[in-house]
Structure formats: structure tokens, C-alpha cells
């Protein structure tokens, strides 16, 4: 993603999991309050919505005079009085781990640990990297939404509807 936290590309499997579709707006902090599909599957949610804008906001403290970052705020602002309130606290937590957990329509239950990493080559770009979660069969259930059998079985489609 880069600094305002607009996706520039994710995997296919990404796109499985969380529901990513092109139609939808690509910036992760608009999808986050605002994608019906993502909302519905992030199972815990509300217990890391405050993390997500704290790290927004420490985004944005990176640089101050970026009206990029106003856009974003002032956008969501009026879609979403939910990060309205949050973005009014001003808490500010720097990046870093994560775990999330999301309600899979065909699997269920999905845990992975969600890292940020700079590009140091590219500082205006970061790699988010959702890693399942040991212990909780996410590994090999999203192998299998991953596999030829997952998508013979009509999954597409049950992945960009839900």
C-alpha cells in the first residue's frame, strides 16, 4: 500500500479471504469502516478499529503538511461517523502487529497476525503481511480456498457475493 494506505496490488488469495474486489474503493482505511463484505467477514472488528486509526494517524504524523492524508480523513469523516468518532480521540499507535481474525463464509473462522513492513528500496510503499495464526488450521484452510478443488466448487463467486 502506499503512505495514505491505497492497496497498489494484493494476491488473489487476499482477495479470497477478505473479500477485495475491484469494483471497491482501494484505500484499506476506507474499506475498513465502509466495505459492507470486509466488515462482515473482520470478526473482531470493533476491537481493532481504534488500533487502525491510531496507526493511521501516526501515518499521517509522519507528514504533517500531506494534504493527501486530509483527503482520506475528511472522505471518511463524512461516510463513517463511527471513524469520526475514533479519528476524534487523536490516539496515535505507531504500525506494528496485529492479529485479525476473519468470519469466512465457506471456512469459517480465519486468524492471522497482521505485520506491516517498509520497503526500504520504496519508503513510500509498505508490504502488509497477514500470516495465519499457528494452531488455528487458518494455514490449511486457506489452502484449500487457494486449491483447484475450492475453485471448481463455484468459490468466485461466493467470495465477491458475500
Known amino acids: 500500500m502506499d503512505p495514505y494506505w491505497n492497496t497498489v496490488a494484493y494476491n488473489e488469495s487476499a482477495a479470497v479471504v477478505m473479500g477485495f474486489r475491484p469494483e471497491i474503493r482501494q484505500n484499506c482505511l476506507i474499506s475498513f469502516f465502509t466495505d459492507p463484505v470486509y466488515r462482515s467477514r473482520a470478526a473482531n472488528w470493533e476491537r481493532n478499529a481504534g488500533h487502525v486509526v491510531?496507526?493511521?494517524?501516526?501515518?499521517c504524523a509522519q507528514r504533517p503538511d500531506d494534504e493527501g492524508f486530509a483527503l482520506i480523513i475528511e472522505e471518511l469523516s463524512a461516510e463513517s461517523p463511527e471513524f469520526a468518532e475514533l479519528w476524534a480521540r487523536n490516539d496515535v499507535q505507531p504500525a506494528g502487529q496485529l492479529v485479525k481474525e476473519y468470519e469466512h463464509p465457506v471456512v469459517g473462522t480465519l486468524s492471522f497476525e497482521n505485520t506491516a513492513l517498509q520497503v526500504p528500496a520504496r519508503p513510500d510503499?509498505?508490504?502488509v503481511?497477514?500470516?495465519?495464526v499457528p494452531g488455528?488450521?487458518?494455514a490449511e484452510r486457506v489452502a484449500w480456498l487457494n486449491s483447484p478443488e475450492a475453485r471448481r466448487g463455484g468459490l468466485r463467486s461466493v467470495s465477491a457475493a458475500s
Open 129 to 132: 503481511m497477514h500470516n495465519p
Open 136 to 138: 488455528t488450521n487458518t
Open 125 to 127: 510503499l509498505t508490504i
Open 54 to 59: 491510531a496507526q493511521y494517524r501516526a501515518a
